[in-house]
């Protein structure tokens, strides 16, 4: 709302208030807000949720946190050699998986985000096979390759690939679509094609993104390849799942510990990439504003310009981005010879892949038709009380993880922090919460709120470091604080990003919620876990197609909401 000064015949200045127009946009997004309003509500009354209970039943959780340690890295047939190589194996599947998802994300994102698909059938198709890849739980891929090539490393590489891409050619697409289309303009106007606008353009724009989403992937799949092993797809998973059922609890520990440190080197290694390649950050702290990256101690120790020497000189910096496409072949190269994958047997296997694929169709919705239904409500509204729970939390600690806003030490104690609460299998802390707060929806809500936490806040944080530094200083040098300035100039350019990341983490925590009912957190996943072990694959196929059918839902809601935003 403006306020205007207008001149009255008798000369007399009045104030009027102008109130923008009524849009179909405006009341679409005001449907919106109260439609989520009235099923957060639902799905509050739904689950029953309150955290007086969770108080209730610490007791019990501490008493099996006890049982879990001292933690344990080794056993009597199973020695600290030994995991260390089945750590090494489950590094390579997601390092290999990650990679296959790269590949195959990047031209499905460019084909799938408006303003550089070719056109909208290609781009609806695109849609269609991303959201297709993340219906599809990578637990099911698993099993679709284990029963086509047999148990090992390789039908873990595909099935993270695969189900990566749902995740990857999403946020891929998304990020494109942001990109501003002022240098898109001035490129095509000076004559280039549509390759080259594209390539001098949108895909500087989009690089920093790029591979900051897949070193974002790679951590999930660190923890994914750990599920996958408890159903043959090879890594650490099998030991830890071996280790549970016969409740060696300090060897379970032992082993998410292991897992924790991995994950923790990883996001070290997503922050010096990504301060590589974002460029001049800045941090907070005390009053002033520094740049994140270390300047010349003496301002007079500047390189001369040469008009004789057409490149750059080769500063630190210039070294350090130019090594990084070096250091991902050596790392690619050695996952590919510690994962020994056979080829020939791939390439030799179509057949079998598509008899196993075939057993899941036609889908059988009879057969389990009042369990499937219950089972897919119970997964929804956990799903939509784990997001809004979590998303609340993960909104206000973003701003504490965000390297441009928080001090340099509460950046980096609550970016550890992050990283351990991702660290932790879901299934791991689903059987927390059912020993705390007993079987059913409840013990998924809490399950889902921890791991939204942790992996929605740090993927707000990552969409306020990305913020424009221009503004920032322009409205600094207007004399605003520091509150002001996050508030003017880091939080709307974000905003898109933020709501395309909450409604993305709301499909994948109904995803997670049909796993997290294996152990008891309510849900599908009990009838799915019941499926697969009767070899009941078209009841199977049936909760995928559901599924599937449910995320296109959310997807098309997500891309309505972004485009409104923007």
């Given at each position: 709302m403006t306020t205007t000064l207008t001149e009255t015949p008798a000369g007399a200045v009045t104030q009027q208030r102008v109130r923008p127009p009524i849009t179909r946009l405006g009341v679409g997004l005001g449907i919106l807000a109260v439609g989520a309003l009235v099923l957060?509500?639902?799905?509050?009354?739904?689950?029953?949720?309150?955290?007086?209970?969770?108080?209730?039943?610490?007791?019990?959780?501490?008493?099996?946190?006890?049982?879990?340690?001292?933690?344990?890295?080794?056993?009597?047939?199973?020695?600290?050699?030994?995991?260390?190589?089945?750590?090494?194996?489950?590094?390579?599947?997601?390092?290999?998986?990650?990679?296959?998802?790269?590949?195959?994300?990047?031209?499905?994102?460019?084909?799938?985000?408006?303003?550089?698909?070719?056109?909208?059938?290609?781009?609806?198709?695109?849609?269609?096979?991303?959201?297709?890849?993340?219906?599809?739980?990578?637990?099911?891929?698993?099993?679709?390759?284990?029963?086509?090539?047999?148990?090992?490393?390789?039908?873990?590489?595909?099935?993270l690939g695969l189900h990566s891409i749902g995740m990857l050619g999403r946020l891929y697409g998304d990020g494109i679509e942001q990109a501003p289309p002022g240098p898109r303009q001035a490129v095509m106007a000076s004559g280039a094609g549509r390759l080259q606008t594209i390539c001098a353009s949108t895909v500087p724009f989009a690089s920093p993104q790029i591979l900051s989403n897949a070193l974002y992937r790679l951590d999930i799949n660190l923890r994914s390849s750990v599920v996958l092993g408890f159903v043959g797809a090879g890594g650490i998973g099998f030991t830890l799942q071996a280790a549970m059922n016969t409740l060696q609890f300090q060897l379970a520990i032992g082993i998410v510990l292991v897992m924790t440190v991995l994950i923790l080197i990883m996001e070290l290694l997503s922050a010096l990439l990504r301060s590589a390649l974002i460029g001049n950050d800045t941090v907070r702290t005390g009053r002033r504003w520094i740049s994140f990256r270390k300047q010349s101690r003496s301002r007079g120790n500047t390189m001369p310009f040469d008009p004789g020497r057409v490149r750059p000189h080769w500063t630190g910096a210039r070294v350090g981005k130019a090594s990084i496409?070096?250091?991902?072949?050596?790392?690619?190269?050695?996952?590919?010879?510690?994962?020994?994958?056979?080829?020939?047997?791939?390439?030799?296997?179509?057949?079998?892949?598509?008899?196993?694929?075939?057993?899941?169709?036609?889908?059988?919705?009879?057969?389990?038709?009042?369990?499937?239904?219950?089972?897919?409500?119970?997964?929804?509204?956990?799903?939509?009380?784990?997001?809004?729970?979590?998303?609340?939390?993960?909104?206000?600690?973003?701003?504490?993880?965000?390297?441009?806003?928080?001090?340099?030490?509460?950046?980096?104690?609550?970016?550890?922090?992050?990283?351990?609460?991702?660290?932790?299998?879901?299934?791991?802390?689903?059987?927390?919460?059912?020993?705390?707060?007993?079987?059913?929806?409840?013990?998924?809500?809490?399950?889902?709120?921890?791991?939204?936490?942790?992996?929605?806040?740090?993927?707000?944080?990552?969409?306020?470091?990305?913020?424009?530094?221009?503004?920032?200083?322009?409205i600094r040098s207007t004399g605003a604080g520091a509150g002001q300035e996050v508030v003017a100039a880091v939080v709307p350019p974000a905003l898109p990003g933020i709501v395309g990341n909450l409604l993305y983490m709301l499909d994948v925590n109904f995803r997670a919620s049909a796993l997290l009912g294996i152990v008891g957190a309510g849900g599908i996943g009990f009838l799915l876990a019941q499926t697969v072990q009767t070899f009941d694959y078209r009841t199977t196929g049936a909760i995928v197609t559901t599924t599937f059918v449910i995320v296109l839902l959310i997807e098309q809601l997500s891309n309505w909401a972004r485009r409104a935003l923007n």
């Amino acid at each position: 709302m403006t306020t205007t000064l207008t001149e009255t015949p008798a000369g007399a200045v009045t104030q009027q208030r102008v109130r923008p127009p009524i849009t179909r946009l405006g009341v679409g997004l005001g449907i919106l807000a109260v439609g989520a309003l009235v099923l957060i509500v639902v799905s509050w009354r739904a689950t029953g949720f309150g955290v007086g209970v969770l108080f209730s039943g610490l007791g019990e959780m501490w008493t099996f946190l006890r049982s879990t340690l001292p933690p344990h890295f080794s056993s009597a047939d199973y020695s600290l050699g030994h995991m260390l190589g089945d750590v090494a194996s489950t590094v390579s599947m997601a390092v290999l998986g990650t990679a296959l998802a790269m590949v195959l994300s990047i031209p499905l994102g460019f084909l799938a985000a408006r303003n550089t698909t070719p056109h909208p059938v290609v781009r609806a198709v695109a849609r269609t096979i991303v959201t297709a890849c993340r219906a599809v739980p990578d637990i099911i891929f698993a099993l679709i390759f284990r029963d086509a090539l047999g148990i090992g490393v390789l039908p873990g590489i595909l099935a993270l690939g695969l189900h990566s891409i749902g995740m990857l050619g999403r946020l891929y697409g998304d990020g494109i679509e942001q990109a501003p289309p002022g240098p898109r303009q001035a490129v095509m106007a000076s004559g280039a094609g549509r390759l080259q606008t594209i390539c001098a353009s949108t895909v500087p724009f989009a690089s920093p993104q790029i591979l900051s989403n897949a070193l974002y992937r790679l951590d999930i799949n660190l923890r994914s390849s750990v599920v996958l092993g408890f159903v043959g797809a090879g890594g650490i998973g099998f030991t830890l799942q071996a280790a549970m059922n016969t409740l060696q609890f300090q060897l379970a520990i032992g082993i998410v510990l292991v897992m924790t440190v991995l994950i923790l080197i990883m996001e070290l290694l997503s922050a010096l990439l990504r301060s590589a390649l974002i460029g001049n950050d800045t941090v907070r702290t005390g009053r002033r504003w520094i740049s994140f990256r270390k300047q010349s101690r003496s301002r007079g120790n500047t390189m001369p310009f040469d008009p004789g020497r057409v490149r750059p000189h080769w500063t630190g910096a210039r070294v350090g981005k130019a090594s990084i496409p070096y250091l991902v072949l050596v790392v690619l190269g050695l996952a590919w010879w510690d994962a020994q994958v056979p080829v020939s047997e791939l390439l030799s296997s179509p057949g079998a892949i598509a008899h196993a694929v075939t057993q899941y169709f036609p889908p059988d919705f009879t057969t389990a038709g009042s369990l499937l239904r219950q089972g897919m409500w119970q997964s929804f509204v956990t799903a939509v009380m784990g997001t809004f729970v979590g998303g609340l939390i993960a909104l206000v600690i973003s701003f504490f993880a965000a390297r441009n806003i928080a001090n340099s030490w509460v950046y980096r104690v609550v970016r550890v922090l992050l990283v351990i609460g991702r660290s932790i299998p879901e299934l791991i802390v689903a059987i927390m919460f059912v020993v705390a707060v007993g079987p059913g929806v409840l013990a998924g809500v809490f399950a889902l709120i921890v791991g939204t936490i942790a992996f929605l806040a740090k993927l707000m944080s990552d969409n306020l470091e990305e913020a424009n530094p221009g503004p920032r200083g322009a409205i600094r040098s207007t004399g605003a604080g520091a509150g002001q300035e996050v508030v003017a100039a880091v939080v709307p350019p974000a905003l898109p990003g933020i709501v395309g990341n909450l409604l993305y983490m709301l499909d994948v925590n109904f995803r997670a919620s049909a796993l997290l009912g294996i152990v008891g957190a309510g849900g599908i996943g009990f009838l799915l876990a019941q499926t697969v072990q009767t070899f009941d694959y078209r009841t199977t196929g049936a909760i995928v197609t559901t599924t599937f059918v449910i995320v296109l839902l959310i997807e098309q809601l997500s891309n309505w909401a972004r485009r409104a935003l923007n």
